[in-house]
């Protein structure tokens, strides 16, 4: 081989990180725009698909690690956080996306949340929001709005819905961003970000379920879009100002909201190695002592 057939690398393309099975999504459901945004930012960080898992939990949207061409695990109800914190755990190495919807990530999957965003543990995770459960046949989801018809509230919702930026602000998430399935452009460097970030990072994207809320639901969200990397007086370092984006009224921002510097998880874990390696009492026979009777 001369030395300028072994200078050409063939780089990476979006569609290297897609398998062969055709997505069983509704027409233009919101969930394509994400699965291309995806593998776009994988080709774009020129992921090592063998170095990289996506794991899951159930609903539409949860179908998304069969879609794509690396490692993937499609686990239970709401359990996408804590295998995904597994396996960051056993493969530090390794990178790591949860991925799943509101239904899945914010119901039953709640209590995982503020664990994750308080332990800063580096993966990303990508909850797609329709706010509706799709593929159960439209109830009611946790981020549905009051005033939403669904099949399990006929005439709107008597439950305050959730907002998942305002809980990850309020758990100290390091990353926290929102992006639209519409806008794909805007959604790679979103991820792109998020997986760069050296701890916890949580990206809601939009993503309309055209079945059970209405075509209507793109436009009802691209009509209002503001993108705060556009905006000049918007420092998502100030979290005053992030939590402003989730009072908002009128319109929906979109972008990194807030982003902050916080040890991992292991980094904290490596200090600790090192504090014990350091104190000559704090031996296994010393800890055993701690439990005799």
Known sequence: MSS????VVAKAQPSDYKTDLKPV?????????????????????????????????????????GYLKTFGFNSVHGRALPIAIGAKLGNPELT?????????????????????CRRNIDITYVMMDNNIYGLTKGQLSPTSPSEMITTTSGYGSVETPMNPVGLALGCEATFVARGFSGDIKHLVDIIVQGIRHPGFAFIQVLSPCVTFVGKEQFLTIKNQLHYLDQDPDYDNSDLCNAFRVVNEKGRISVGVIHRSNRPSYHDKMAQLHKAVEKDPH??????????RV
């Open 4 to 7: 300028t057939q072994e200078a």
């Open 25 to 65: 999504w509704c027409a233009g459901c919101g969930d394509f725009g994400v699965l291309n945004a995806l593998a776009q930012a994988f080709a774009g960080l020129e992921l090592t698909p063998e170095r990289t898992m996506v794991v899951s939990g159930i609903g539409c949207s949860s179908r998304i690690p």
């Open 96 to 116: 790591i996306l949860a991925a799943g919807g509101d239904g899945d990530g914010f119901s039953i999957g709640t209590g995982h949340f503020p664990h994750a």
């Open 282 to 291: 704090k031996t296994l026979a010393s800890l055993m002592d701690l439990y």
